[in-house]
Structure formats: C-alpha cells, structure tokens
C-alpha cells in the first residue's frame, strides 16, 4: 500500500536554527498538508497546498513557516528560527480528495528544541 | 467557530464486546466527518469518512452514523479485539476548509 514517508524521524534542535523537515507523498495526490500535534495535544492544522500554492493556512503557520515542493516528490516544511514552543510532531498528510477520501499521513518527525 | 468534543476518559470494553465512541460538534454541520485511529508516536490512520447526506457507513467491523440534528457521530467496533486499542480521532472540516480535530477517545479492549 503506498505510503507518506517522512523523514527525520526526530530532529533535535538548537532554539533559533532553521530546521526543515522532509515530507515524500503518495505519487499520485494532488492535496499535501502538514499538520502539528505537541505532546498530549489536539492535531493542529498548520497549511495545506494544492497546485503548487499554498491554499490554505493557520494562524500558526506565522512568516516563520515555509513550504515548497521543489520537485514532483518533495514537500518539505521549514521553520526559520526555531522557538522552544514549536516543539512538537509533526505529520505530513496527502489525499486525491478531501471531499470523497481521507488523508494519508506520514509517521510523523518528532521535533525537540532545546 | 467550530468546536468537536470527544469523550477525554478512557474507554474500556471486554472484548468480543461492542464498542461505541461519540463525536460531538458545535456549530453548523460540516459536508463530512472522518474518523482516524491513531497509536501511540504515529501518525493518524484513515478509517471512515461519512457525508452529510449519508446516515451509515460500513467497512468490515466498523460503522461510523452521522446525525447531523444531533450534531453527533457515532462510531462503533463491533466482536472488539486487543488490537483495536487505540486513540480514535474525529476530524471534520470547518468554514476555512481546515480539518479541525477532536482530541480522541482512548479505547482500551481487554482480553
């Protein structure tokens, strides 16, 4: 069965570095997201992107956040200086549909900032 | 703004057993409703996704209704096995076509 694979599995981070993490979606989606989830916590949208554009976006996803699809694989999701509170996982998903199917998710990088 | 409430405690059901989990919403009802499951340091796993014009959906041992008077989802487990333990999510859209979620209901199946 195809597969989200995300990658790190955890990245520790210093606060104040960049960090970005790494996102490969099912081949044949249209619709990427990432989503946050801090230990305990609810998941959290963070932003979603469809047609090479972000399409929608939380209040978390603030000018620290980027995303991009460099490639026709790669989804990545950056965070530019890194806070204490962005520690958290976070999941990468990815549909055809949001309407008629569910979302895909990747297993998920366990982000630590020290 | 859209709020989705799920029993915080735990649930524990013998197996064999029926289970039933409850999602509850606040505002106006949404196109859809999905259900996930999701263990422990994984990520969420697509269950069931049930329409608004839908009231049952079916897929092998599970069965997700959707009443939107109610403004509820049920989920059920039915011949429940140790497997099924897990935390169930309930996720639906809201009017800025973001996926909110519900923060899950334990399910604990015991031998």
């Known amino acids: 069965e195809p597969e989200v694979t995300q990658t790190p599995s955890h990245q520790v981070t210093q606060m104040g570095q960049e960090v970005i993490l790494r996102c490969v979606p099912i081949s044949n989606h249209l619709y990427f997201y990432w989503y946050r989830q801090i230990l305990g916590q609810k998941v959290e949208f963070l932003v979603s992107?469809?047609?090479?554009?972000?399409?929608?976006k939380s209040e978390i996803f603030d000018d620290q956040f980027s995303v991009e699809r460099p490639d026709g694989s790669n989804f990545t999701l950056k965070i530019r200086s890194t806070k204490l509170e962005d520690s958290a996982m976070y999941f990468c998903?990815?549909?055809?549909?949001?309407?008629?199917?569910?979302?895909?998710f990747g297993s998920g990088t366990r982000l630590t900032v020290v | 703004s859209q709020k989705i409430e799920q029993n915080s405690e735990a649930l524990n059901i013998q197996e064999g057993k029926t289970a039933t989990l409850t999602c509850n919403y606040t505002?106006?009802?949404?196109?859809?409703l999905q259900w996930y499951r999701q263990d422990p340091g994984r990520g969420p796993v697509f269950l069931l996704l049930?329409?608004?014009n839908e009231k049952e959906k079916r897929k092998e041992r599970l069965k997700v209704t959707f009443d939107t008077t109610l403004k509820q989802s049920l989920f059920h487990i039915t011949a429940s096995q140790p497997a099924d333990s897990a935390t169930y999510l309930c996720?639906?859209?809201?009017?800025?076509?973001?996926?909110?979620w519900g923060a899950g209901t334990k399910l604990i199946i015991k031998p």
């Open positions: 996720a639906l859209e809201d009017s800025n076509y973001q996926l909110i």
């Open positions: 998903a990815s549909t055809t549909d949001q309407i008629f199917y569910g979302y895909t």
């Open positions: 049930i329409r608004e």
């Open positions: 992107f469809y047609n090479n554009e972000i399409s929608e």
């Open positions: 505002n106006y009802s949404p196109a859809y």
